[in-house]
C-alpha cells in the first residue's frame, strides 16, 4: 500500500469515528515548540568537517534548504553538496514536535544510505540547542545509533555535531557542520 492510500484511509477512519462520536476533534495549531522549528526556515550555507578513524579531518561544503510544511507543524529540509570532498551528497529530512512525548521527532534518508534513520530528541532554551538521537542503516548497510547536538549561536548562524559511541563505548566525534544563513 503506497503513503497515499494509508493516509488516505487514516483520514477517512478518522471521519467515520468522529462523525460517530458527532464532534470534530480541533485540529492542532504551530505554538512555540513549532516556533523553534521554523527559526531553522531559510537557505544556509554549511561547512562539513568529517572524522574518519585514524585518518585526518575531510573539509566539503553543502546547502541546506528548509521549509515549514504541513500548516507550519513540521520542517522540512532538503540538503546538497558534498559530506566528503568529491563525493556528491542529497539528503531529505522532516522535524515535528510529538506533543504526546513532549520531544522533537525526525526522519532522514539521503544518498549514502539505503534506508530512513528516525529521530527524538529534546530542546534546552537555556543554551538554545537540541540533543537527538538517530537510529538507521549507515552507507554499509548495518544499523547505526547517533547522537547529534544542534546548537544556535545567533539567527544567522548555528551547527550540528555528531557523535557515535567509540569502540571503547566512549562517544566519538564523526562530524561537524556549521552554517551560516544565506542573505
Same mark, same amino acid.
Given at each position: ?38 527559526? !531553522?526556515?531559510? /537557505?544556509?550555507?554549511? $561547512?562539513?568537517?568529517?572524522?574518519? +578513524?585514524? &585518518?585526518?579531518?575531510? =573539509?566539503? @561544503? ?61 530542546? !534546552?532554551?537555556? /543554551?538554545?540547542?537540541? $540533543?537527538?538521537?538517530?537510529?538507521? +542503516?549507515? &552507507?554499509?548497510?548495518? =544499523?547505526? @545509533? ?38
Amino acid at each position: 500500500m503506497t503513503i497515499t492510500r494509508t493516509l488516505l484511509a487514516f483520514a477517512a477512519g478518522l471521519l467515520v469515528s468522529t462523525a460517530a462520536s458527532a464532534q470534530m476533534p480541533s485540529m492542532p495549531k504551530p505554538g512555540p515548540e513549532q516556533e523553534v522549528l521554523a527559526k !531553522d526556515v531559510g /537557505t544556509w550555507d554549511a $561547512t562539513v568537517e568529517l572524522n574518519m +578513524p585514524g &585518518a585526518p579531518a575531510m =573539509t566539503s @561544503k553543502l546547502t541546506e534548504v528548509n521549509t515549514m510544511g504541513c500548516g507550519g507543524m513540521c520542517l522540512i529540509g532538503d540538503v546538497n553538496g558534498e559530506v566528503m570532498p568529491g563525493v556528491a551528497f542529497k539528503g531529505h529530512g522532516l522535524t515535528a514536535y510529538d506533543a504526546s512525548k513532549k520531544k522533537y521527532v525526525g526522519s532522514w534518508s539521503d544518498s549514502m544510505a539505503s534506508g530512513l534513520q528516525v529521530s527524538e530528541g529534546t530542546y !534546552d532554551p537555556a /543554551t538554545k540547542s537540541t $540533543t537527538s538521537w538517530m537510529e538507521g +542503516p549507515d &552507507a554499509t548497510g548495518a =544499523t547505526v @545509533k547517533t547522537k547529534a547536538v544542534s546548537a544556535s549561536t545567533d539567527t544567522d548562524h548555528r551547527s550540528m555535531t555528531m557523535f557515535v559511541a567509540g569502540p571503547d563505548g566512549k562517544e566519538v566525534q564523526t562530524m561537524k557542520i556549521t552554517y551560516t544563513r544565506r542573505k
